[in-house]
């Protein structure tokens, strides 16, 4: 069965890092872009960051830029979302997802269940 499996959210406080993990399981992740998006409650569902199917190329929403980073490893079929400098309205439940070959800030197909994310002011 093809997975995207979110983890690595958790409590942290304003200032601090977190690094989610998102690890694919039934594909191989190499035929796709991959994105992090987030849903605050209250409010849409927002793209964060992309990747390119080889690393090469990123795309950061602006409120990230900075602070964020997207990396993945295609031999371990995972990608990760460093975040560092944590504001109290990063607080949001953390999608990874995943776009064949393009990458995109929108259109993609394939989403995992999401992995909570809370910064305490």
């Known amino acids: 069965q093809e997975q995207l499996a979110e983890s690595g959210g958790g409590l942290v406080q304003a200032g601090g890092s977190l690094r989610l993990i998102c690890a694919a399981s039934?594909?191989?992740?190499?035929?796709?872009?991959m994105g992090w998006f987030r849903h605050a409650p209250g409010k849409e569902r927002e793209f964060v960051v992309a990747i390119s199917q080889c690393g090469g190329r990123t795309l950061f929403a602006d409120s990230v830029k900075g602070r964020f980073t997207i990396s993945r490893d295609n031999a371990k079929n995972t990608v990760y979302l460093q975040m560092n400098n944590l504001k109290h309205e990063d607080t949001a439940v953390y999608y990874c997802a995943a776009r064949f070959i393009v990458i995109s800030k929108d259109d993609y197909n394939h989403w995992g269940q999401g992995t909570q994310v809370t910064v305490s002011s």
């Open positions: 039934g594909r191989t992740i190499s035929n796709y872009a």
